[in-house]
């Protein structure tokens, strides 16, 4: 695989290809042409308009239960919901349609997610304290993961190694399974209390959780013990996810600061963003040079991680918590979801608000881009998401 960072919409692509050819023996000065083609239609691709307009599409709603999390599959047109009615749903995005209702779970279904790219396995984490992996198309439950004595918040698949899942728990421990013999594979146990989240690197070497013990820590999945605890915070964390180089790390926490930590040198942070109040989530945009910061004082920031950690600006406008923020694929606009009721759209340069997506009866928790960044998902308290496009 090959990361493009340096194609813009105006650099020169015979360039780029020779640089890209300096580290990757494989292109040879034969196939020049052909990658510079491949540059030049991605390049192309860049240079169409941001996408700024979003229409409501389908209001999905079937759910008897309040929702807690929503993904879309790689292409866009699935999508699948977890409730607090104890099932997971899988929906047609272009009709609307309930797919497949996946049951069996004894609690609340907390965490959803597809094993990208292939989205062929859903995982869910519940309430129950198993995790279930399924079969999209048939809706059968392939394995019950069990191991954990208190509520799994988190679960995802490792992106190296689809066999692999991450689960967290309020047991205080995060552990990795084998998703098609249900084996535990490690116990990751030194957190002294509530794990929050848990997310690999990009290579799938690395674990990275986050805990109500006001520390992150990072595992190393070869020599089955932590590598480094990342400590500084002076509150409960409520996130820590990585950069697509999985070079930086950036952790949220209820102490109203998050902060961004160098892989390299992990004992002291490289940068802190401060907020009024509690920072419940934080989002770098696909290149690493973003960062996101949503707060229950109401607003966003962007922050640039290059050089000395300016502020880029405020997105004021929220009139209650901002409990998620996510970037579009391209990285020009930031999506937010409020406890006001409402998602907003904001120009991530400018802080501007360019549209206000409204209609739902309560909080919404939970907001995504699909892959292509033409599609929104919002997920709400009132029971229903509603896509957007």
Same mark, same amino acid.
């Given at each position: 695989?090959?990361?493009?960072?340096?194609?813009?919409?105006s650099?020169?692509?015979?360039?780029?290809?020779?640089?890209?050819?300096?580290?990757?023996?494989?292109?040879?000065?034969?196939?020049?042409?052909?990658?510079?083609?491949?540059?030049?239609?991605?390049?192309?691709?860049?240079?169409?308009?941001?996408?700024?307009?979003?229409?409501?599409?389908k209001?999905?709603?079937?759910?008897?239960?309040?929702?807690? *999390?929503?993904?879309?599959d790689?292409?866009?047109?699935?999508?699948?919901t977890?409730?607090?009615?104890?099932?997971?749903?899988?929906?047609?995005?272009?009709?609307?349609?309930?797919?497949?209702?996946?049951?069996?779970?004894?609690?609340?279904?907390?965490?959803?997610?597809?094993?990208?790219? %292939?989205c062929?396995?859903?995982?869910?984490?519940?309430?129950?304290?198993?995790?279930?992996?399924?079969?999209?198309?048939?809706?059968?439950?392939?394995?019950?993961?069990?191991?954990?004595?208190?509520?799994?918040?988190?679960?995802?698949?490792?992106?190296?190694?689809?066999?692999?899942?991450a689960?967290?728990?309020?047991?205080?421990?995060? %552990?990795?399974?084998?998703?098609? =013999?249900?084996?535990?594979?490690?116990?990751?146990?030194?957190?002294?209390?509530?794990?929050i989240?848990? %997310?690999?690197?990009?290579?799938?070497?690395?674990?990275?959780?986050?805990?109500?013990?006001?520390?992150?820590?990072?595992?190393?999945?070869?020599?089955?013990?932590?590598?480094?605890?990342?400590?500084?915070?002076?509150?409960?964390?409520?996130?820590?996810?990585?950069?697509?180089?999985?070079?930086?790390?950036?952790?949220?926490?209820?102490?109203?600061?998050?902060?961004?930590?160098?892989?390299? %040198?992990?004992?002291?942070?490289?940068?802190?963003?401060?907020?009024?109040?509690?920072?419940?989530?934080?989002?770098?945009?696909?290149?690493?040079?973003?960062?996101? =910061?949503?707060?229950?004082?109401?607003?966003?920031?962007?922050?640039?991680?290059?050089?000395?950690?300016?502020?880029?600006?405020?997105?004021?406008?929220?009139?209650?918590?901002v409990?998620?923020?996510?970037?579009?694929?391209?990285?020009?606009?930031?999506?937010?979801?409020?406890?006001?009721? =409402?998602?907003?759209?904001? *120009?991530?340069?400018?802080?501007?608000?360019?549209q206000?997506?409204?209609?739902?009866?309560?909080?919404?928790?939970?907001?995504?881009?699909?892959?292509?960044?033409?599609?929104?998902? =919002?997920?709400?308290?009132?029971?229903?998401?509603?896509?957007?496009?």
């Amino acid at each position: 695989m090959i990361d493009l960072f340096d194609l813009t919409p105006s650099c020169d692509l015979q360039v780029l290809t020779k640089q890209i050819a300096s580290t990757e023996p494989l292109i040879t000065q034969e196939v020049f042409p052909q990658v510079t083609e491949i540059l030049e239609k991605l390049q192309k691709k860049l240079k169409e308009p941001v996408k700024t307009k979003f229409y409501l599409f389908k209001t999905l709603q079937t759910h008897i239960l309040p929702l807690t *999390n929503v993904c879309f599959d790689k292409s866009g047109k699935k999508c699948i919901t977890g409730s607090y009615d104890r099932t997971c749903r899988i929906w047609n995005v272009e009709s609307g349609d309930e797919e497949k209702v996946l049951k069996g779970h004894e609690n609340v279904v907390f965490s959803v997610a597809y094993n990208y790219p %292939r989205c062929d396995r859903i995982l869910t984490g519940s309430f129950d304290k198993t995790a279930k992996i399924w079969n999209p198309v048939s809706g059968n439950c392939i394995n019950t993961l069990w191991g954990h004595t208190a509520e799994i918040v988190g679960a995802e698949f490792n992106p190296h190694q689809c066999e692999l899942v991450a689960t967290c728990s309020m047991d205080n421990t995060a %552990r990795v399974f084998h998703s098609e =013999t249900g084996q535990e594979v490690h116990l990751f146990a030194d957190h002294s209390a509530e794990v929050i989240s848990a %997310r690999f690197n990009k290579e799938g070497n690395l674990l990275l959780t986050a805990s109500f013990d006001e520390t992150a820590t990072v595992w190393d999945m070869r020599a089955k013990e932590h590598a480094i605890v990342i400590r500084g915070h002076e509150a409960e964390l409520s996130n820590a996810v990585w950069n697509f180089q999985c070079n930086l790390i950036a952790t949220s926490s209820l102490d109203r600061t998050a902060k961004i930590w160098d892989l390299r %040198r992990l004992d002291d942070a490289q940068a802190t963003a401060t907020h009024k109040d509690e920072v419940l989530d934080v989002a770098f945009n696909c290149t690493g040079t973003r960062l996101a =910061t949503g707060s229950a004082d109401c607003t966003a920031k962007v922050w640039d991680v290059t050089g000395n950690f300016e502020l880029v600006t405020i997105m004021a406008g929220h009139s209650d918590e901002v409990s998620k923020v996510t970037f579009s694929p391209p990285g020009g606009l930031l999506l937010t979801a409020s406890a006001d009721k =409402t998602a907003r759209i904001w *120009n991530s340069g400018t802080g501007t608000c360019t549209q206000t997506l409204s209609g739902h009866d309560g909080e919404v928790f939970s907001c995504s881009f699909n892959y292509s960044g033409d599609a929104i998902i =919002t997920a709400s308290k009132d029971n229903t998401c509603k896509i957007w496009r």
